[in-house]
């Protein structure tokens, strides 16, 4: 869609309001809106000016002058709006060279493309994200400096069976039993079929949906891969979608990797696959009909998973997931058909164009641009430098004793530790410019400064349940 055609679109039907949406560096939606009659063609040439001092990990105050310049690719009528609106989503550049700005996670994604084809391996990557989320009736917390508390609750949760409902109709699914009971016991599934006709009416194809393993309402809704920019365009629908649907019917939804304790968490299955040509590179003859581009692949995102995890597993509270017992992958290991691997290759058939591989670490907390790149990076970075990973191991990973799970990597244990991983690790990520050091330092610093350190210095519930009677 040209910009006079996003016009025309938006003219017929009957918009009042454009939204200029763009993602800050954790990776939220940020939005301003202005009438339609301020709408021209030069807008999406010359962009709007703002302020970026206020945004998370953006420009100082002393140097916040910034342009969003909407992509008419984009054009879509939002969807919640009470007045008909335009939505359109935003590159960010800098006011007086129009060049892309170095921490907008879009632009990241567009660089880590333009290298790709640069290097002549591929001209396409294929990315298909699977994020999980739970859906609760009611979430409260509170931190001061003298308490601090979490409450999340839903109807349909196991901890609520013996609760007085005025008549408790039970069908409550059981810790890891949510993987996946028909209604009654699926409380969501009106819900999330409300979601998938939302996603459709955008654009986005459906695969299917379902409860997911936990209780408390997890789900789980899968959409049709995309090559990487519009893929994480996607994404980024998908999770406003999930969040305001629920909101409409007076609930609300989380892709926080762990809010329940003993019990799955929400993770964010990656499938990805290079493409050229029209041609796809991962099929062929070696195991578990790869080809060889894909085990050095392969051996790119083993290699450098510990870093990369500090941007596929951003949070402190993404730790709490990739713990054994979990259905989390914690072992850097590759596999056929094996969901206990870090990666899996899929039983895909015999096809050569659904020939892909699974990157089954990150979790939905992640800001798509940054997660897509460091994982096409890293992919590259093993191509280029024939990096094989090893045996696979065909065995549950899962079920391994300490004895036997010795010597396997694993990952990062916190989030401090993926941040100095990534520290130490940077350099492919640094090349053809697509990330910047200044972009890789202000992350590092940014999530030691607002979640490691400040984590560090709180006392939590669990400590006074340890402690208060030493």
Not at 42 to 60: K, T
Request: aromatic share 12%; net charge negative; proline share 7%.
């Amino acid at each position: 869609m040209t910009a006079k055609e996003a016009i025309e679109f938006a003219k017929k039907n009957n918009v009042l309001m454009v939204d200029f949406k763009f993602t800050d560096l954790p990776g939220m939606w940020q939005h301003f809106t202005i009438p339609l009659s301020e709408l021209t063609e030069d807008i999406f040439e010359e962009g709007l000016g703002f302020d970026g001092s206020s945004l998370r990990g953006w420009q100082s105050i002393h140097d916040s002058d910034m342009i969003v310049k909407p992509d008419p690719t984009t054009a879509k009528i939002d969807p919640f709006m009470e007045v008909p609106t335009l939505s359109l989503i935003c590159d960010i550049v800098h006011p007086d060279t129009y060049e892309s700005y170095h921490r907008d996670p879009r632009q990241i994604v567009r660089k880590a493309i333009s290298y790709m084809q640069s290097t002549g391996i591929a001209d396409t990557c294929y990315f298909g994200p699977e994020a999980e989320f739970f859906i609760f009736d009611d979430v409260r917390y509170e931190q001061t400096s003298y308490g601090g508390f979490y409450q999340v609750d839903s109807s349909e949760a196991t901890w609520n069976s013996g609760r007085d409902e005025g008549g408790n109709l039970g069908y409550k699914p059981r810790h890891k039993e949510g993987y996946f009971p028909a209604m009654p016991s699926d409380t969501h599934h009106d819900l999330r079929t409300e979601i998938c006709l939302e996603l459709e009416k955008v654009g986005i194809t459906v695969e299917r949906q379902h409860h997911e393993v936990a209780t408390a309402g997890q789900g789980e809704i899968d959409i049709r891969f995309d090559s990487a920019l519009e893929m994480a365009d996607k994404m980024m629908w998908f999770k406003y979608i999930v969040k305001n649907v629920a909101r409409r019917h007076n609930k609300t939804a989380t892709f926080m990797p762990k809010p329940i304790f003993n019990d799955n968490g929400s993770g964010m299955h990656t499938h990805m696959s290079l493409w050229k040509g029209g041609e796809p590179l991962f099929a062929g003859d070696k195991y578990a009909g790869l080809s060889e581009l894909a085990l050095y692949y392969i051996g790119g995102i083993l290699k450098h998973a510990p870093a990369i995890c500090a941007f596929t597993n951003p949070t402190t509270n993404s730790y709490k997931r990739l713990v054994p017992g979990f259905e989390a992958p914690v072992k850097l290991a590759y596999s056929y058909k094996n969901r206990s691997a870090a990666i899996r290759i899929p039983n895909s058939g015999p096809n050569p164009k659904a020939k892909r591989i699974e990157f089954r670490t990150p979790d939905p907390a992640a800001n798509i641009y940054f997660a897509e790149a460091v994982l096409l990076m890293a992919g590259l970075d093993g191509i280029q430098n024939k990096i094989l990973p090893g045996d696979p191991l065909e065995k549950d990973i899962y079920g391994l004793s300490p004895e036997e799970a010795k010597g396997i990597p694993s990952v990062p244990a916190t989030l401090e530790e993926a941040l100095k991983a990534l520290e130490n690790d940077m350099d492919f990520l640094l090349r053809g410019d697509v990330f910047t050091k200044d972009l890789i330092e202000s992350w590092i610093q940014y999530k030691y400064e607002r979640e490691v350190i400040p984590l560090q210095q709180r006392p939590v519930p669990y400590e006074f349940y340890l402690y208060y009677d030493l």
